[in-house]
Antibody, heavy 120, light 107 residues
Framework: EVHLVESGGGLVQPGGSLRLSCATS????????MTWVRQAPGKGLEWVSA????????YYADSVRGRFTISRDNSKNTLYLQMSSLRAEDTAIYYC?????????????WGQGTLVTVSS | DIQMTQSPSSLSASVGDRVTITCRAS??????LAWFQHKPGKAPTPLIY???SLQNGVPSKFSGSGSGTDFTLTISSLQPEDFATYYC?????????FGPGTKVDIK
């Protein structure tokens, strides 16, 4: 059974940094691309970033490019999102998701999310 | 970037109703579209991928159609567990993008 568990969320001041982790199990991690999606309070889903199975390619939403870095450790079956220069508008629940395939595809399994609050 | 729009933004319906939600892409995306159901406090769940393929375990009351720029999600007979927000997502071109969502609530 596929499991995705996010951690690392919390309260951070504007301009600060935070690293989210997503521990996975139940599938061959390096065979699949992975995705981060977020939902700000009262807003809809926003695709944030994706990384291919081999970590060769990474992709970002315009709103986070240059501030966020997605990475993965295939030896630990873990996905990461390094967030820096955080802004109030980055406040959201961040979901980690497994993609349907190794490349560009839709997220077919999701974690329960971790809350990031950017506030002074 | 490809912009996704959905209509309506919200709707009220009764148990047993047939419900249709529309999603439109700002440029052609072939059939590279997925639909998700999202309930408060829960993780989103995929319903449909490739515009019309039913995700494993999803009941057949859900169906999708369309290609190019115009897509629809239909729920054939609304049940209490179907009251939720529904999102479309294109996965044709990075950055991938979601529609703004359609909230389905009880009339």
């Amino acid at each position: 059974e596929v499991h995705l568990v996010e951690s690392g969320g919390g309260l951070v001041q504007p301009g600060g940094s935070l690293r989210l982790s997503c521990a996975t199990s139940g599938f061959t991690f390096d065979n699949y691309a992975m995705t981060w999606v977020r939902q700000a309070p009262g807003k809809g889903l926003e695709w944030v970033s994706a990384i291919t199975g081999s970590a060769t390619n990474t992709y970002y939403a315009d709103s986070v490019r240059g501030r966020f870095t997605i990475s993965r450790d295939n030896s630990k079956n873990t996905l990461y999102l390094q967030m820096s220069s955080l802004r109030a508008e980055d406040t959201a629940i961040y979901y980690c998701a497994k993609n349907y395939g190794s490349g560009r595809s839709f997220p077919d399994f999701w974690g329960q999310g971790t809350l990031v609050t950017v506030s002074s | 970037d490809i912009q996704m729009t959905q209509s309506p933004s919200s709707l009220s319906a009764s148990v047993g109703d047939r419900v249709t939600i529309t999603c439109r892409a700002s440029q052609g995306i072939s059939s590279l579209l997925a639909w998700f159901q999202h309930k408060p406090g829960k993780a989103p769940t995929p319903l449909i991928y490739a515009a019309s393929s039913l995700q494993n375990g999803v009941p057949s009351k859900f169906s999708g159609s369309g290609s190019g720029t115009d897509f629809t999600l239909t729920i054939s007979s609304l049940q209490p567990e179907d009251f939720a927000t529904y999102y479309c997502q294109q996965y044709d071109t990075y950055p991938l993008t979601f529609g703004p969502g359609t909230k389905v609530d009880i009339k």
